[in-house]
């Protein structure tokens, strides 16, 4: 049963991880090519708010449910050789960082 919830739990952190990198695709800035800046063309150079804060909050989502996924399997695991989770570790990093480079950039 613990091995199902820890699965779920995974798959939905994933998920947000997923729908916070479409949200970093719609909220973040426009490149400016060299095309467009020889045509004169503009081009949006800031963050879009409401995608923006979306993208926070799948974060900040995925980042909870990796450290209840990491607790919950650090607590369950009966062997010192059971798996540590590298997965959702590596999750929970990455959110941290990009929470980081969003939030103080």
Do not use: K
């Not at 923006?52 to 974060?59: A, D, H, P, S």
């Not at 050789?81 to 103080?104: G, P, T």
Request: aromatic share 12%.
């Amino acid at each position: 049963m613990r091995q199902n919830v820890l699965h779920a739990l995974s798959i939905i952190a994933w998920f947000f991880f997923l729908l916070a990198l479409i949200m970093f695709h719609y909220a973040r800035p426009e490149l400016e090519y060299g095309i467009i800046r020889y045509f004169g063309l503009s081009h949006r150079d800031h963050w879009l708010m409401t995608p923006r804060n979306l993208l926070i909050l799948f974060l900040i989502l995925t980042g909870i449910i990796s450290s209840i996924s990491i607790i919950m399997r650090q607590r369950y695991n009966r062997r010192s050789d059971d798996s540590i989770a590298v997965n959702q570790i590596s999750l929970l990093v990455i959110c941290i960082i990009c929470l980081l480079v969003i939030l103080f950039r």
